[in-house]
C-alpha cells in the first residue's frame, strides 16, 4: 500500500496567521489518465470527515477560499493563508491514484 | 442534498458479525459512484474497507478482504456492510461515504461507533 506521511502532526497557529501542512506519499502519485488523486479532509472536532481539496488544488464548493492545495508527484501541501477559530481541526491526505486508498496520519491545528 | 446515515448495533461480541447499513437520501444509489465505508480509530486513523458501485461490484481493502461483505439494497437506497469474526481491533467509528471515483469522497456519513466486547 502506499505509504501518506504528513508533517507537522501537530500545529499551533496564531489566529490571522497562515498555516501549511505537508504530505508525502511512499510513491508517485500521477496516475496513467495523467491525474493525480490527493485529497485534502478536514475533520472538525466531534464531525465527520469533510472534503476541502480534489486532485491536489481544486477545491470544493463552500470551501473557503482561504484553504488551497499545491505539489506533484509525491510532495503535497495544504496551506490556510489566515487561520480562523472554525479551522481548528485534523486534516487529513488521502491518495487515490493507487488502491487501495490510504489516509496520512492526520495533522492537529490547534489556536495558540 | 445528499445524506447518509449509519445504523446498526453499537456492541458486538468478539468472534460474531458486525453489520451496519447506511440509507442514502437525495440521490439514488443505482445512479452512479462508489459507495463505501471507512473506520477510523485512534491507533491506525482513517482505514478504508471497501465499495460497491451502482452495479453491485465489489472492491475491499485487500487487508480485510477475506471477512468483509458490501451490497446494495435497492429498493431500499441502502447498502450494508458485514464483517465477520471480530475481534476489539475492529472497534471503530465507522463511516458510509459516497466515493466519485479514486477516492474522490465528497459525501460522509455521521459516523457510528461499534465496540467488539470479549
Known amino acids: 500500500d502506499v505509504v501518506m506521511t504528513q508533517s507537522p502532526l501537530s500545529l499551533p497557529v496564531t489566529l490571522g496567521q497562515p498555516a501549511s501542512i505537508s504530505c508525502r506519499s511512499s510513491q508517485s502519485l500521477v496516475n496513467s489518465d495523467g491525474n493525480t488523486y490527493l485529497h485534502w479532509f478536514q475533520q472538525r472536532p466531534g464531525q465527520s470527515p469533510r472534503r476541502l481539496i480534489y486532485?491536489?488544488?481544486n477545491r470544493d464548493s463552500g470551501v473557503p477560499d482561504r484553504f488551497s492545495g499545491s505539489g506533484s508527484g509525491t510532495d503535497f501541501t495544504l496551506r490556510i493563508s489566515r487561520v480562523e477559530a472554525e479551522d481548528v481541526g485534523v486534516y487529513y491526505c488521502?491518495?487515490?491514484?493507487?488502491?487501495?486508498?490510504?489516509f496520512g496520519q492526520g495533522t492537529k491545528v490547534e489556536i495558540k | 442534498q445528499v445524506q447518509l446515515q449509519e445504523s446498526g448495533p453499537g456492541l458486538v461480541k468478539a468472534s460474531e458479525t458486525l453489520s451496519l447499513t447506511c440509507t442514502v437520501s437525495?440521490?439514488?444509489?443505482?445512479?452512479?459512484?462508489?459507495w463505501g465505508w471507512v473506520r477510523q480509530t485512534p491507533g491506525k486513523g482513517l482505514e478504508w474497507i471497501g465499495s460497491v458501485d451502482h452495479n453491485g461490484n465489489t472492491y475491499y481493502n485487500p487487508s480485510l478482504k477475506s471477512r468483509v461483505t458490501i451490497s446494495l439494497d435497492t429498493s431500499k437506497n441502502q447498502f450494508s456492510l458485514k464483517v465477520i469474526s471480530v475481534t476489539a481491533a475492529d472497534t471503530a467509528v465507522y463511516y458510509c461515504?459516497?466515493?466519485?471515483?479514486?477516492?474522490?469522497?465528497?459525501?460522509w456519513g455521521q459516523g457510528t461507533l461499534v465496540t467488539v466486547s470479549s
Open positions: 437525495g440521490y439514488s444509489i443505482t445512479s452512479g459512484y462508489y
Open positions: 486532485k491536489v488544488s
Open positions: 461515504a459516497r466515493d466519485g471515483g479514486h477516492w474522490e469522497i465528497d459525501y
Open positions: 488521502m491518495q487515490g491514484t493507487h488502491g487501495p486508498g490510504t
